[in-house]
């Protein structure tokens, strides 16, 4: 069972960057496409807003307009991990922001594209924007 752990949420201003890990202790992440959702507060789990994805193969593919040019997502395979960096943060942005993974060939240029099509959840990691 895939157990996926997000870490380096937090209190920022708005401009400021935060970088979100998502991490996984047994199993390779290389296997998997790995989403970002984020969910707003008062928000249902099914209105979790994908923000973006990157594949076995290495592309990313981004779901969310309001975060295009500000929001990226690399991995970091010499350590297991998979991020998120939040640049040029904004009061909108506040969220809780889950990490997803859902299986994949390797080397595929997949990625799934609703909350629905991944099978394994992290438990989120808070992201607070405010002066």
């Known amino acids: 069972q895939l157990r996926l752990v997000e870490s380096g949420g937090g209190l920022a201003q708005p401009g400021e960057s935060l970088t979100l890990s998502c991490t996984e202790s047994?199993?390779?992440?290389?296997?998997?496409?790995i989403g970002w959702f984020r969910q707003a507060p008062g928000k249902e789990r099914k209105e979790r807003m994908g923000?973006?994805?990157?594949?076995?193969?290495?592309?990313?593919?981004n779901f969310e307009d309001s975060v295009k040019g500000r929001f990226t997502v690399s991995r970091d395979s010499a350590n297991n991990t998979v991020y998120l960096h939040l640049n040029n943060l904004q009061s909108e942005d506040t969220a809780l922001y889950y990490c997803a993974a859902q299986p994949a060939a390797r080397g595929s240029s997949w990625c799934p594209r609703q909350y629905f099509e991944f099978d394994y959840w992290g438990q989120g990691t808070q992201v607070t924007v405010s002066e």
């Open positions: 923000l973006l994805c990157i594949s076995t193969g290495g592309g990313t593919t």
């Open positions: 047994t199993f390779r992440l290389e296997n998997y496409a």
